[in-house]
């Protein structure tokens, strides 16, 4: 199901549903959250093939899929990096991230390849989150639906949207209250 919601708002407030608080990550520990998350999710992604591919419901994406997308949002969030790094108010290109599962075909995908990739990707993100000079953390950029963005607003989003995903594999499922996915 397409996601359609602007997450923006978790810059102003703690997540009611992973319970994270963008707002009060120190801009120095955005690197060191990246690599806690990506190596968390990569542990994941280790599981048994059939537990790491079956979709707990049919709208939800499963572990492998969370991963592919992860990857996507890594890699697409060190291009919006360098970006705010090096350009002067720059617009994001837009990034359909459901058309990128269709095309990638994030549920065909070797959870192995993926997990090498996530941590790969990960690591070239939070070195970059690491490399940011004093300068740089005001740095604005545009999204393309209008949303401004800091270099340290951006790696505080970022952090969310990473925590948040580890969140959807690890809750229970509504249909068995108490029972990790």
Same mark, same amino acid.
């Given at each position: 199901?397409?996601?359609?919601?602007?997450?923006?708002?978790?810059?102003?407030?703690?997540?009611?549903?992973?319970?994270?608080?963008?707002?009060?990550?120190?801009?120095?520990?955005?690197?060191?959250?990246?690599?806690?998350?990506?190596?968390?999710? !990569?542990?994941?992604?280790?599981?048994? @093939?059939? =537990?790491?591919? &079956?979709?707990?419901?049919?709208?939800?994406? +499963?572990? #492998?899929?969370?991963?592919?997308?992860?990857?996507?949002?890594?890699?697409?969030?060190?291009?919006?990096?360098?970006?705010?790094?090096?350009?002067?108010?720059?617009?994001?290109?837009?990034?359909?991230?459901?058309?990128?599962?269709? !095309?990638?075909?994030?549920?065909?995908? @070797?959870? =192995?390849?993926? &997990?090498?990739?996530?941590?790969?990707?990960? +690591?070239? #993100?939070?070195?970059?989150?690491?490399?940011?000079?004093?300068?740089?953390?005001?740095?604005?950029?545009?999204?393309?639906?209008?949303?401004?963005?800091?270099?340290?607003?951006?790696?505080?989003?970022?952090?969310?949207?990473?925590?948040?995903?580890?969140?959807?594999?690890?809750?229970?499922?509504?249909?068995?209250?108490?029972?990790?996915?």
């Amino acid at each position: 199901m397409a996601d359609t919601k602007d997450w923006t708002w978790v810059l102003d407030r703690a997540c009611p549903d992973c319970g994270f608080d963008a707002g009060t990550l120190p801009r120095t520990a955005i690197g060191a959250t990246i690599r806690v998350v990506v190596e968390r999710f !990569a542990v994941e992604l280790e599981g048994p @093939d059939d =537990a790491v591919r &079956r979709r707990p419901e049919p709208e939800v994406w +499963s572990t #492998l899929e969370y991963g592919c997308h992860l990857v996507d949002v890594v890699v697409i969030g060190a291009g919006r990096l360098q970006l705010l790094r090096t350009e002067v108010d720059p617009t994001f290109p837009n990034w359909d991230q459901d058309e990128s599962a269709i !095309a990638r075909r994030y549920a065909e995908q @070797d959870p =192995a390849e993926v &997990r090498i990739e996530l941590q790969h990707a990960g +690591s070239v #993100l939070a070195d970059a989150f690491d490399g940011v000079a004093d300068d740089e953390w005001s740095r604005r950029g545009t999204r393309s639906n209008g949303s401004v963005f800091t270099v340290e607003s951006f790696g505080r989003y970022l952090a969310h949207d990473l925590v948040h995903h580890v969140w959807d594999i690890d809750r229970p499922s509504p249909l068995q209250p108490g029972v990790a996915r």
